[in-house]
């Protein structure tokens, strides 16, 4: 029958997207390279500064697709740094009990919980549908000022 189909998400961070602004992506990126995780060579970071200014983000020279919003292979490359910098290098912490691996339980990136004080009473909450969707900062945001 053969695997299944990569879900839209998945898709997403390989071809880009042209209407949804997402610059949280360049600034997660720039976080995982100043914390020199592999691949650290998508941004062309001020060493002037540490850093914290990025001169050149490589994506955007992309011919015809450097101007999109979220230019293709971006988010990928976002989620390849922060699978091999975080989730397979601190995989004894972050994994689940190994009866609850056993009894099935998929782990997977993507839900975000904001919550002050009481957690009964979440301020922002959103939850992966299936893998590799990531919340959109920038709403999150948004929503957290009005409230």
């Known amino acids: 029958r053969g695997p299944w189909p990569p879900p839209p998400a998945v898709i997403g961070g390989y071809i880009g ?3 949804t602004p ?3 992506i360049q600034d997660a990126l720039q976080v995982g390279q100043k914390q020199d995780r592999w691949p650290n ?3 062309e970071l001020d060493p002037e500064d540490d850093g914290n200014t990025v001169l050149t ?4 020279e992309l011919p ?5 919003e979220r230019r293709p292979l971006e988010l990928a490359t976002l989620r390849l740094q922060s699978m091999l910098g975080i989730s397979l290098k601190e995989w004894k912490t972050l994994a689940p009990e190994p009866e609850a691996l056993d009894a099935g339980v998929l782990t997977q990136l993507g839900a975000c919980l904001v ?3 009481n957690a ?12 590799c969707a990531v919340a959109n900062f920038e709403d999150m945001v948004k929503k957290l000022k009005t409230e």
């Open 17 to 19: 997207n042209p209407f």
């Open 115 to 117: 919550v002050e004080g």
């Open 22 to 24: 997402q610059p949280w």
């Open 57 to 60: 983000n490589k994506f955007a």
């Open 64 to 68: 015809y697709v450097g101007s999109w």
């Open 41 to 43: 060579n998508a941004l």
């Open 120 to 131: 009964d009473n979440p301020l922002y909450q959103w939850k992966d549908p299936g893998i």
